[in-house]
């Protein structure tokens, strides 16, 4: 019944930046942790960030941490994920997922996925 939908997804030079938003509808923004995942081609889907449902607590995958912020909106149901100096290495589809629980997360519902290009 809950449902994540994604946009923000595109082509981009090596050094730039985008910003990724998933949409949270069908049950309570501040009931759930968020995450981003992403999945290259030929590659197995890898966690990137994460975000607690009080908001304070973020974790980050070694590979993006100080280049990526993932945040939330509880107004508008909405968890963002700010990329910067992106590099051709993040080309990937990026996918938001939403936890009922931790320790470990659930993973419970998954977002559609978008494409985020990064040119040399």
């Known amino acids: 019944q809950v449902q994540l939908v994604e946009s923000g997804g595109g082509l981009v030079q090596a050094g730039g930046s985008l910003r990724l938003s998933c949409a949270v509808s069908?049950?309570?923004?501040?009931?759930?942790?968020m995450g981003w995942f992403r999945q290259a081609p030929g590659e197995e889907r890898k966690f990137v960030a994460r975000i607690s449902r009080s908001g304070i607590s973020t974790v980050y995958a070694t590979s993006v941490k100080g280049r990526f912020t993932i945040s939330g909106d509880n107004a508008k149901n909405t968890v963002y994920l700010q990329m910067n100096n992106l590099s051709p290495e993040d080309t990937a589809v990026y996918y938001c997922a939403a936890a009922r629980d931790g320790l470990p997360y659930s993973w419970d519902y998954w977002g559609q996925g978008t494409q985020v290009s990064v040119s040399s």
């Open positions: 069908g049950g309570t923004f501040s009931s759930y942790a």
